[in-house]
């Protein structure tokens, strides 16, 4: 049974840092591009970051570069996402998902996707 489990949210204030966390299982996880998207209450989901399945090549939303980092560890099966200069308007519940999504926000352009993280950001 595949899974991907995000770990790390939770409460942080404005200016502050947190790291996400995305356990792999289940599946040959190096095989896979990651990517972390978002979706705030009432809004549509955002992509956030992807990385190639080598880590070799990172691609970002313009709202998170420079404050955000995708990373991925292919001997432990988990992918990361640091988030920097953290603003109000990140807070979101957190998706990691696996496959070549290609930047889309659309769960089926993924071939597995996570339950999710709430990620909030307090003025």
């Known amino acids: 049974q595949v899974q991907l489990v995000e770990s790390g949210g939770g409460l942080v204030q404005a200016g502050g840092s947190m790291r996400l966390s995305c356990a792999a299982s289940g599946m040959a996880f190096i095989n896979y591009d990651m990517s972390w998207l978002r979706q705030a209450p009432g809004k549509e989901r955002e992509f956030v970051a992807a990385i190639t399945w080598s880590g070799g090549s990172t691609y970002y939303a313009d709202f998170v570069k420079g404050r955000f980092t995708i990373s991925r560890d292919n001997a432990n099966d988990a992918a990361y996402l640091q988030m920097n200069s953290l603003k109000p308007e990140d807070t979101a519940v957190y998706y990691c998902?696996?496959?070549?999504?290609?930047?889309?926000?659309?769960?089926?352009?993924?071939?597995?996707w996570g339950q999710g993280t709430q990620v909030t950001v307090s003025s």
């Open positions: 998902a696996a496959g070549s999504g290609g930047g889309s926000v659309y769960r089926h352009e993924y071939t597995y």
